[in-house]
């Protein structure tokens, strides 16, 4: 399956504890982007990436937030210090700078924070 | 800023009669407007794009979208519903030919009766 994939596809913790998910992007794509969805709304854009530079951030980003692109490839999504608040579905998407733009989305990470 | 507006949560259509799909959209520029249909457990699959040109576009599965600048709307259509097309639907708006943070909106649940 070349789609974008994302790991792990569900993720429980206990608040207060340390989460990373992480997203691999359709192999030619060098734009990458994180949004969270929550239940009976649109998905919300957090941040998205052009190869390894982090180009923008949403407001909701906060500074327990962090996501990273080290190599261009992949992109990990960490939150630190986990609030109930948090539990969401967190939905990764890429797309290349040329030819087509539409926003391909992997199937998410389900995070549950007890 | 832009804002995408579904003002349905759920539209209920017979198989086989024509749906409708309403999106109104506020975005500054150029507007850039995407329809995608989420199943569930899955992640967002594309249907269609309104870039520029023809004011309707044809999409994935049969589905049309009807792009109207003076009443700001991209409503969603298909002649004859199928059962199968039961699912979630989201408009989403995005700037930079949608290489940049999509908006979405808040999501219509389309029940298809057999």
């Known amino acids: 399956d070349t789609g974008v994939s994302q790991n792990p596809r569900h993720k429980i913790t206990k608040r207060g504890q340390n989460v990373t998910f992480r997203c691999d992007p359709i192999?030619?794509?060098?734009?990458l982007y994180w949004y969270r969805q929550t239940l009976g709304q649109g998905p919300e854009f957090l941040t998205y990436?052009?190869?390894?530079?982090?180009?923008?951030k949403s407001r909701l980003l906060s500074d327990r937030f962090s996501a990273e692109r080290p190599k261009g490839s992949f992109s990990t999504l960490e939150i630190q210090r986990t609030e109930q608040g948090d539990s969401a579905m967190y939905l990764c998407?890429?797309?290349?700078?040329?030819?087509?733009?539409?926003?391909?989305f992997g199937p998410g990470t389900r995070l549950t924070v007890l | 800023a832009q804002s995408v507006a579904q003002p349905e949560d759920q539209v209920n259509v017979a198989e086989g009669n024509p749906l409708t799909v309403k999106c109104t959209y506020s975005?500054?520029?150029?507007?850039?407007l995407f329809w995608y249909v989420q199943y569930p457990n899955r992640g967002l699959q594309f249907l269609l794009k309104?870039?520029?040109?023809?004011?309707l576009v044809k999409g994935s599965y049969g589905f049309e979208a009807e792009f109207n600048k003076s009443q700001t709307s991209f409503h969603l259509k298909k002649p004859s519903a199928l059962v199968s097309d039961s699912a979630l639907y989201f408009c989403?708006?995005?700037?930079?030919?949608?290489?940049?943070?999509?908006?979405f909106g808040s999501g219509t649940r389309l029940q298809v009766q057999p």
């Open positions: 998407a890429s797309t290349s700078n040329t030819g087509t733009n539409e926003q391909f």
């Open positions: 192999s030619e794509h060098n734009r």
């Open positions: 990436f052009q190869n390894e530079a982090q180009l923008e």
């Open positions: 975005v500054s520029g150029n507007p850039y």
């Open positions: 309104y870039i520029t040109g023809d004011n």
């Open positions: 989403a708006a995005g700037m930079d030919t949608g290489r940049r943070a999509l908006t």
